[in-house]
């Protein structure tokens, strides 16, 4: 497992490194929805990459938990955030048990898919925190994003996987009509716990 992080996080931080380095941008399900965030407290962007959700969070009054397994990524992003003290920077191996109880108002996860961290993520939203995902889909219009089918999402997948939760938008335009326009190959959940949990569907 060691050294499967390792090889991870070398991968990362080559892509990371030979990037140019843009201001980072949000994803969609952050600029398109932002009118749903609180006005304050305390946000995770899971797998953060080089912070365009971590800073658009930040920008909107939240303490934002950065969390990335790429030193190369968070160095960019502390390098960018200067004085502020509403980011907080960590480099993270999400499989080190983690993930505090009940602690986040916002969970952001954008271009990342782990199924086996799902309960992981559900536990650390506070009740009635809510949940932004969006990641990429195996229903592709257009060539894009990963090959390998453990990091794409099944038509409806991520509606399954985070059951728990009371879906507030959910966005999958998959094959239908214009292909050419739109938001394609990807899917967002903007999901929001409720103060008692469902069971889980089988």
């Known amino acids: ?28 399900m952050l600029s398109q929805y932002s009118h ?15 912070g365009g959700n971590t800073f658009f969070l930040a920008q909107r009054g939240l303490t934002v938990d950065a969390w990335d397994i790429s030193p190369v990524a968070i160095s960019q992003i502390d390098q960018r955030k200067g004085p502020a ?9 999400i499989n080190d048990g983690v993930f505090a109880k009940n602690y986040y108002d916002i969970v952001t996860v954008s271009y990342f898919l782990d199924r086996q961290h799902i309960d992981d993520i559900i536990t650390t939203l506070k009740p009635q925190g809510l949940l932004f995902y969006q990641t990429f889909t195996r229903e592709k219009a257009q060539p894009g994003g990963p090959s390998n089918p453990d990091f794409l999402l099944k038509k409806g997948e991520l509606l399954s996987l985070f059951s ?37 569907l089988n």
Request: with cysteine.
């Open 164 to 200: 728990q939760l009371t879906p507030i938008i959910y966005h999958e335009e998959g094959l239908i009509g214009d292909a050419s326009k739109g938001l394609r190959n990807e899917a967002i959940l903007i999901a929001q716990k409720p103060a008692m949990l469902k069971p889980p």
């Open 85 to 93: 003290d509403n980011i907080r920077t960590s480099v993270v191996n």
């Open 1 to 28: 497992m060691a050294r499967l992080v390792s090889d991870l996080q070398h991968k990362w931080d080559r892509i990371y490194s030979q990037r140019e380095a843009a201001d980072p941008k949000p994803a969609a």
């Open 36 to 50: 749903l965030l609180p006005k304050q407290g305390r946000a995770l962007d899971l797998a953060c990459g080089v």
